[in-house]
Nanobody, 123 residues
């Protein structure tokens, strides 16, 4: 079984910064992509940023230039540095990973999600 645990959410004033972290644990053979999505109240979940194992990153237009995603392949962690935060960045942020898990039957390909961490940006 593979789990993702996020940390680092909280309340910040507009213009401030927060850093989110996510750690994957369990029977993991490898992780290809890791990323962050968010869901604001009353809105659909949207992709914020993704990063492949080869450190190629992609960002939603709304966060380009303000957010930076990074990962540590040895520790199976991914982080999201969020700068110049805006009230519209308020949302629950979810970490996800595409994992090759080790099972009793061999390998399983999974997409795993964390429980989410709330980011609130006040104006």
């Amino acid at each position: 079984q593979v789990q993702l645990v996020e940390s680092g959410g909280g309340l910040v004033q507009a213009g401030g910064s927060l850093r989110l972290s996510c750690a994957a644990s369990g029977s993991i053979a490898s992780i290809s992509a890791m990323g962050w999505s968010r869901q604001a109240p009353g809105k659909q979940r949207e992709l914020v940023a993704t990063i492949e194992s080869g450190v190629s990153a992609n960002y939603a237009d709304a966060v380009k230039g303000r957010f930076t995603i990074s990962r540590d392949n040895d520790k199976n962690t991914v982080a999201l540095q969020m700068n110049s935060l805006k009230p519209e960045d308020t949302a629950v942020y979810y970490c996800n990973a595409k994992v090759v898990a080790i099972t009793s039957r061999g390998y399983s390909y999974l997409e795993v999600w964390g429980q989410g961490t709330l980011v609130t940006v006040s104006s």
